[in-house]
């Protein structure tokens, strides 16, 4: 699967963005997709997953009320809308895809887009 991650800028706390990632490849639909982000001198940090058929999602505490994941398997596309951003998740964004259950470690995800960055001025 490759992965291209796009979308990313640089915006005010408290405004909006929503990131996009188009796949190619493999069979997209057999993935569970998921959202990392990685801050300068920090370790990648699951933020969002997406279960394959789309019905179910799951977010880091940290975002969870203001990120939405989903996807558009008929364009082989996953998305995070991000509300009410914080510089606090200023970040270098990637996608990811998995077979695992319920993935949230960045092992569990075999492919990896190559990252958008998303920056947030207080």
């Known amino acids: 699967v490759q992965l291209q991650a796009s979308g990313g800028g640089l915006v005010q706390a408290g405004d909006s963005l929503t990131l996009s990632c188009a796949a190619s490849?493999?069979?997209?639909?057999?993935?569970?997709m998921g959202w990392f982000r990685q801050a300068p001198g920090k370790e990648r940090e699951f933020v969002a997953a997406i279960a394959d058929t789309g019905t179910s999602t799951y977010y880091a505490d940290s975002v969870k009320g203001r990120f939405t994941g989903s996807r558009d398997n008929a364009k082989n596309t996953i998305y995070l809308q991000m509300k009410t951003l914080k510089p606090e998740d200023t970040a270098v964004y990637y996608c990811a895809a998995s077979r695992s259950w319920f993935p949230r470690r960045p092992y569990e995800y075999a492919y990896w887009g190559q990252g958008t960055q998303v920056t947030v001025s207080s």
């Open positions: 490849g493999r069979t997209f639909s057999d993935y569970t």
